[in-house]
């Protein structure tokens, strides 16, 4: 990373997520500069004239439309760029289609920087995080998928809602791929430092049946489905646990978030991008956590595992 303290972000892509990471991201302070990039001039241009208007209410910063040539000098590059799963679509056909655009929005950036860390925010995530690492042959520490952030999220504010807790207290992580073969990671899952099955078992509400584990995790898998049937797409979520990750690459936190990255042995699995308990920096990805997880957590991760390497080999 740079040593001066002017955090540039470049945003490719100015839909729902690109557009409104902008706004989180100019709302959170953290940054001094954002160019926003989108095949798209004039909705690249809108959104800027929309953004700007806000700044006399906002720290300073500047806010443009950019072009790749704004890659040069980025701390950080968030790609949201490409396609959302269309009626009739599948998931392979999506993998597909976006991994096309991300090997060439790859090598765009590489015509101008190897140093940034790139976030990867697209859609199949981990297929694209792994794609943006091996179509141009970047440095894997340096590309981040926002991985099982959000979901992470949803799961401890729905078990936080369970057990009429702040979603602050609860504390579990969603591992794997960000889609249908995440897993939960129970074992490890506590509320105040209990373990959530010790802390149900001393909870005076024991009136409420206990937790249904099963439908907990199918409300955390399809919540995007949800939203999306309800309002077209999602994008405050996601771009607010993009604001957390860029939060914790610039200020250098060596924070543990559950996002992509390419694993290289770690839990039994080789090269596959997915989720996991990671330490990071503004160096990237500075540290995968290796935690204890249960003899069952442990098979369904590298089920997840198995499941994203055939759709590797299918795009391939």
């Not at 249960?294 to 795009?315: M, T, V």
Request: a negative charge; aromatic letters at 6%; proline letters at 2%.
């Amino acid at each position: 990373m740079k040593s001066h303290t002017n955090n540039k972000v470049v945003i490719i892509g100015a839909g729902y997520v690109g557009s409104t990471t902008a706004y989180t991201l100019m709302q959170s302070g953290l940054v001094s500069e954002i160019a926003l990039i989108d095949l798209d001039i004039k909705k690249a241009e809108g959104e800027v004239m929309d953004l700007n208007h806000c700044l006399s209410f906002t720290k300073p910063m500047t806010i443009k439309v950019g072009t790749y040539e704004d890659c040069k000098d980025a701390d950080l590059i968030i790609m949201t760029a490409g396609p959302s799963i269309q009626p009739g679509g599948t998931r392979l056909d999506l993998a597909k289609k976006n991994s096309t655009i991300m090997s060439s929005i790859m090598k765009e950036i590489v015509k101008y920087t190897r140093e940034a860390i790139i976030l990867v925010a697209s859609n199949l995530v981990d297929i694209l995080t792994q794609v943006a690492v091996e179509s141009v042959g970047y440095n894997p520490k340096k590309i981040i998928g926002s991985g099982t952030v959000l979901d992470s999220a949803r799961f401890r504010y729905m078990l936080s809602q369970h057990c009429k807790v702040d979603a602050r207290n609860v504390h579990g992580y969603i591992l794997g791929e960000h889609g249908d073969s995440e897993v939960a990671a129970w074992s490890l899952t506590n509320i105040a430092g209990s373990p959530l099955d010790n802390y149900c078992q001393n909870c005076n509400a024991n009136q409420c049946g206990g937790i249904d584990k099963q439908a907990i995790l199918e409300d955390v898998k399809n919540a995007g489905y949800h939203i999306i049937d309800r309002k077209v797409a999602t994008y405050y979520g996601v771009s607010t646990a993009i604001k957390r990750i860029t939060e914790a690459i610039l200020r250098n936190e060596h924070s543990i978030l559950t996002v992509s990255s390419l694993l290289n042995g770690e839990y039994g699995i080789n090269n596959i991008a997915m989720s996991v308990p990671t330490i990071v920096s503004s160096d990237g990805i500075h540290k995968i956590v290796e935690l204890n997880l249960s003899q069952e957590e442990n098979e369904l991760l590298k089920k997840s595992g198995d499941k994203l390497k055939e759709i590797i080999d299918y795009i391939n």
